[in-house]
């Protein structure tokens, strides 16, 4: 659906450009929900616009449905951002509008709709995005999170095939932004819209996102399905963002340096695996023993995974971890061909499927 080549973009600043984005390859598929993650100042906004072109790029292709759109002025310009619905931090709702206004908007805009034919599609946005007793009140009179379903429905207005999202939760509570991030996985599925998802936080990558690339100083340092990056993060900036929560930066090298007296293995259950009471059965028939030094579990999308960093002593370790790997778990060993931080070559920004890298 959206392919972007080699793109680069500078601003000019007081002591010469200023390079947002620096040789930028992604490629986004038709009906998938692509999360784009990274720090404050990665560039990941000027990346999204130039998806609608808000921004032209200094150099590069940006292709949406095939073509290539970077010199697009005037009417095609305008039916590409037609197709192109955006959905931002701070909701930009008119405040003289009503909700039914604001909806209603880009629709009088086309100019190609009767006043008729505006209220039907509007209340049937309305209602796909669950405001529909809402319709005569002003954006002062709503929440952030009904302010962001009237953003959500203006920018499926003109039924678009690529909804962008800069941070569109940011600004609402934990309880709110699971129920935005419900609402477009909805529309994604019921309408097929593909959507570009902008965060700095990897719990939103995950619970929404199939693919993701990692942005870092304007370069995609990391890409793939959700399930390989999240679980297995290679770049440093990655790392930063998936094991903040973990003892040492989640570095197995550094766990293990913490006093663990056995091997120290981080333990990959995922799908179907992460469902079976392997450990311990496997731990029992190699006289094996395990003490938990870190560890997550939870879902993937719809995907239950557990992840544990252990220490395995006792009678036959290798047994173990041969056995927990015919199950299915995948081991990473400290010590063994695990590769971790810095001197990390970027995964290629098209990888699909299953694979992981470094299952050793
Ligand atoms: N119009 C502009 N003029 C000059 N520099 C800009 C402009 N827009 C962005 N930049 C610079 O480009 C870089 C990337 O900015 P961008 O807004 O894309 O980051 P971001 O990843 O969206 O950050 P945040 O998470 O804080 O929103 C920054 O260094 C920023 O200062
Ligand atoms: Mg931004």
């Known amino acids: 659906m ?10 000019p600043g ?8 620096d040789g930028i390859n992604l490629s986004i598929a038709r009906g998938e929900i ?40 005037g009417q095609p310009l305008r039916d590409l951002r ?40 509007v209340e049937t946005l309305l209602a796909r995005v669950g405001l529909k007793d809402h319709a005569q009140k002003y954006p002062r009179q709503l929440s952030g999170g009904q302010k962001q379903r009237v953003g959500i429905a203006r920018a499926l207005a003109c039924e678009p095939d690529v909804l962008l999202c ?52 304007g370069r995609v340092v990391e890409s793939g399905p959700v399930t390989q990056v999240f679980l297995h993060p290679q770049h440093e900036a990655t790392l930063k963002l998936v094991r903040e929560a973990e003892p040492d930066g989640g570095l197995l090298g550094n766990i293990a340096a913490v006093g663990a007296s056995g091997r120290t293995v981080r ?30 579990v939870g879902n993937i999308r719809d995907t239950p995974y557990a992840q544990f960093t252990v220490s395995l002593s006792g009678t036959d370790v290798a047994g173990a971890i041969a056995g927990l790997r015919s199950g299915g778990v995948t081991v990473e060993v400290h010590g063994d061909d695990v590769v971790e931080h810095s001197s990390v070559t970027p995964l290629p920004a ?10 050793v």
């Open 350 to 359: 098209l990888q699909r499927g299953g694979g992981l890298r470094h299952v």
């Open 82 to 121: 037609r197709k192109i619905g955006m959905v931002f931090q701070h909701f930009n709702l008119l405040s003289a509008r009503t909700v039914f206004g604001n909806v209603a908007y880009p629709l009088e805009l086309t100019g190609e709709y009767g006043r008729i034919e505006i209220a039907a599609k």
């Open 166 to 217: 800069d941070e569109a939760t940011s600004a609402l509570d934990p309880q709110t932004t699971g129920s935005v991030l419900e609402l477009l996985q909805q529309i994604n599925r019921d309408l097929g819209v593909t959507i570009v998802l902008i965060t700095h936080e990897m719990d939103i990558v995950r619970r929404t996102c199939d693919r993701v690339a990692v942005l870092d100083h």
């Open 14 to 21: 007081k002591t010469g450009a200023i390079t947002a984005l």
């Open 267 to 296: 333990l990959t259950f995922l799908g179907e695996t992460a469902r079976k009471p392997l450990l311990g059965r496997i731990a029992r028939e190699n006289g094996a023993d395990y003490q938990i030094l870190a560890g997550r």
């Open 2 to 11: 959206i392919t972007l080549e080699n793109i680069r973009k500078d601003f």
């Open 34 to 73: 692509f999360g784009i993650i990274g720090s404050s100042g990665a560039g990941k906004s000027t990346l999204v616009r130039l998806i609608n072109l808000l921004e032209r790029p200094t150099g590069g292709e940006v292709i949406v449905d095939g073509e290539p759109v970077t010199s697009f002025k």
